[in-house]
């Protein structure tokens, strides 16, 4: 179900919920980089490890009908990941959600946008 040049449906949910959580989605990761590059062996607290998963949770929704989930997890909060593990985590999440958008946002002929069901 193409439209245009290899682009895809999805829903107007999906979209919206992408263009809502791409922004916190890349400033998180923009955190953890930042401070995997100071300490990259440092703990991260049970209470942000909740907080990056409540945001990976909304993430995986728009994500839910791709390829790339099988290949992203969530963190385990009884594992007490170092920063440099979040940062990885994120930086799949970040790359998905480019790949989402690449696949289903695009010039339909007159501007660009999301292409919906």
């Known amino acids: 179900m193409s439209k245009g040049k290899g682009k895809l449906y999805t829903t107007n949910e999906?979209?919206?919920?992408?263009?809502?959580?791409?922004?916190?989605?890349?400033?998180?990761y923009?955190?953890?980089?930042?401070?995997?590059?100071k300490k990259p062996d440092s703990a991260v607290s049970k209470s942000k490890i909740k907080i990056v998963n409540r945001l990976l949770e909304k993430v995986?929704?728009?994500?839910s009908d791709e390829e790339s989930m099988e290949f992203l997890d969530l963190l385990d909060e009884?594992?007490?990941?170092?920063?440099?593990?979040?940062?990885?985590?994120?930086?799949?999440?970040?790359?998905?959600?480019?790949?989402?958008?690449?696949?289903?946002y695009g010039w339909d002929g007159s501007s660009h946008t999301w292409f919906i069901k």
């Open 14 to 28: 999906k979209a919206q919920t992408h263009d809502t959580m791409t922004p916190l989605l890349e400033a998180m």
């Open 30 to 37: 923009s955190e953890f980089k930042e401070l995997s590059k």
């Open 60 to 63: 995986r929704i728009v994500l």
């Open 78 to 104: 009884d594992d007490v990941p170092q920063a440099s593990d979040v940062t990885l985590i994120l930086s799949q999440y970040v790359a998905a959600m480019s790949a989402f958008h690449g696949k289903h």
